[in-house]
């Protein structure tokens, strides 16, 4: 019998996992929650870009979602700007007695020792209440620098530092709202936007540190942060708006992971809105990648390109994040009930997905 999923949003990463859920062979479509009116009505199929009809249709009605009692919500709703209103979402979900796969809020991967524990307990405490599990991943934070990177060490005989990269360039990522007003791109270089105020970069992404260092059984003595931001040489158009010549146009930041006073874990995103920018910077393989460093005995470096059947490799990073919940959907149905981290997981495959 198929687990019976509700999709909750169908915007950027959300419609991807519509489509997800309609290609595995092992789940049901039973309801798809929509916050936008006009999307009300409309079938999962059209919300999706699907060329046929999946016969559900969308709703507005948080209880007559609930009602549903599906097996599992994969929640993509949007929550770098609407954080606490994210979490009420997922603790009414979970006090209802349903599994939760999310792609935020990102910080929920490994909150221990990232955000306090009155921010992360009342989901922990609904999903041990509601007897159901929470889950919370995607490609980055996520499945790039979780179990790529842990898997790549299990063939190391020493590791010295281990460092997970991001380098893409962001201009065909449709999404204003990231790009301009929490990332700063388009804005005065001297600015700081939110995504680099104190301690946001570590809310965001020390989950990633944190979680390597309990996969490698290493104690952290801390986490830094570090950034800098490059002006654009001249005006030009991107999907989500114009980057007006002078104002940011790429940013590299590094949050650290530190350990007898050098970084021994780092996540380090390199992000540009043009190819030429910060020439100096790390360079993806393809038209963007996600990188594993290894540093020890021996050196390992990995490169996982990315690019979508539209040519376009932001497409493949949205997907890879939809289907790193869609595809897990079984495991965390049948895992414990609680907060869950990658480490609490069997490895996630592509069961049922390979087409003969």
């Known amino acids: 019998m198929p687990y019976r999923v509700v999709q909750w949003s169908t915007g ?16 049901e479509l039973a309801g798809v929650w929509v916050s936008n009116p006009d999307k009300v009505g409309v079938d999962a199929g059209t919300l999706a870009g699907l060329p046929h009809q999946l016969g559900v249709t969308a709703s507005g009605d948080v209880d007559e979602i609930l009602a549903l009692r599906p097996d599992c919500v994969v929640y993509t709703a949007m929550a770098d700007n609407r954080i606490m209103e994210a979490l009420d979402e997922l603790r009414r979900i979970l006090n209802a007695g349903i599994n939760v796969v999310s792609s935020s809020p990102v910080f929920l991967q490994f909150p221990d020792g990232v955000v306090p524990e009155d921010v992360s307990g009342p989901v922990r405490l609904a999903a041990e209440q509601g007897g159901a599990s929470l889950w919370v991943n995607g490609i980055d934070p996520g499945f790039a620098n979780d179990w790529l990177p842990l898997t790549l060490t299990g ?8 460092r997970c990269l991001e380098i893409l360039d962001y201009s065909t990522y449709d999404n204003r709202t990231v790009l301009f007003d929490i990332m700063g791109f388009g804005d005065e270089v001297e600015k700081t936007p939110l995504l680099l105020q104190p301690g946001i970069l570590t809310m965001a992404w020390g989950s990633v ?5 309990a996969g490698l059984d290493v104690e952290l003595d801390g986490i830094e ?6 002006p654009a040489l001249e005006t030009f158009p991107i999907r989500s708006g114009t980057i007006e010549r002078g104002t940011a146009a790429a940013l590299r930041f590094e949050v650290r992971g530190m350990a007898g006073g050098r970084p021994v874990l780092v996540l380090e995103h390199v992000t540009r809105l043009r190819p030429d920018l910060g020439a100096d910077w790390p360079q993806p393989t393809g038209q963007g990648c996600y990188r594993v ?3 020890g005995e021996p050196d390992y470096t990995l490169d996982l390109r990315l690019l979508g059947s539209d ?12 289907m790193r919940l869609v595809n897990a959907i079984p495991a965390v149905v049948h895992a414990r009930p609680g907060l ?9 495959t592509g069961r049922g997905l390979l087409r003969l």
Do not use: F, M
């Not at 540190?209 to 260092?213: E, K, Y």
């Open 12 to 27: 950027n990463v959300g419609r991807h996992a519509l489509a997800g859920i309609n290609a595995h062979p092992d789940l």
């Open 155 to 162: 063939i190391s005989e020493r590791i010295d530092a281990v």
């Open 209 to 213: 540190v944190r979680q390597l260092a």
């Open 225 to 230: 942060e570090h950034y800098e931001r490059l």
């Open 293 to 295: 460093e290894v540093s």
């Open 311 to 322: 040519g376009d490799h932001n497409t493949a990073g949205l997907k890879a994040t939809a």
């Open 340 to 348: 869950l981290s990658a480490l609490d997981l069997p490895p996630v």
